[in-house]
């Protein structure tokens, strides 16, 4: 009987557990589940006997791959599939997939909502700002930009776009302005949230360049990956510009370089954007 291994550190809802389990077996299936391991060699070894792997964001790396001698497809619940060697998979003929749109409100609403709190100073009794009236630009107007969008101008920000992979009439048709570079978006807006995928054109491409362009009391907001964080340009820039502020759901690598930036620098304690008790595989 082929083995579906629901390989997953940071768990899913138990009840999410239990329905992939009902649909495994009425397909005449065999279920593992395997979570909260400690170490990636723990998850090397549970692999060896699955056909198919349903992850999170854990890391199917070549050596994954190749331990998974059976292996036929992998699906990754969720929208970013860069914890997946794709090259590795697609040498030993192993399907890979995702489930994009499934939790892009979750993290639209952590997204505007660490705005909310960047700008009333960590509700931490002083005056601070609003949002209505302050530009915001989407950088990569997917799933999650797109709601992100949507809940901005409910509260009266101008939002702008850019997306080289997204036709202007889309943003158009959502009363979203499209420019046409990074470059435009970043000199436009007073705030960015980055949608971007972390691949080989991305990373660390968010770097000083770019952000020097932000206009005053600029603040970045990643709910994307770190990856794409140029880290010790940001480290730079912050230091130049006290104006800057950068949150995020996603911890840098040095944390404790991003100290000396307290009340400009917030990030969560975990990944958390995608998961909501709403969300039934993410609860
Ligand atoms: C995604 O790419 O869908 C999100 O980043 C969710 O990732 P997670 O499985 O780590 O919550």
Redesign the pocket.
Known sequence: MKKILVATQ?PFAPAAVESIKQIVEAAGFEFELYEKYAEQTDFVKAVETANALII??DKVTKEVIEAAKNLEIVVR????YDNVDLEAATAKGVVVMNTPGQ?SNA?AELAIGMMVFLARNSFNGSAGTELKGKTLGIHAYGNVGRYVANIAKGFGMKVYAFDPYVKKKVMKKDKVKAVKSAEKLYAKCQYVSLHIPANEQTKESIDYKLLSLMPKNAVLVNTARKEVINEADMIKLMAERTDFSYISDIAPNNKADFEQFEGRFLFTPK?M???TSDNLI?E
């Not at 619940?77 to 970013?80: D, Q, S, T």
Request: proline letters at 0%; charged letters at 20%.
């Open positions: 940071k999170r964001s619940a969720g929208a970013g939790n993290v990944k954007g995608a998961q993410f």
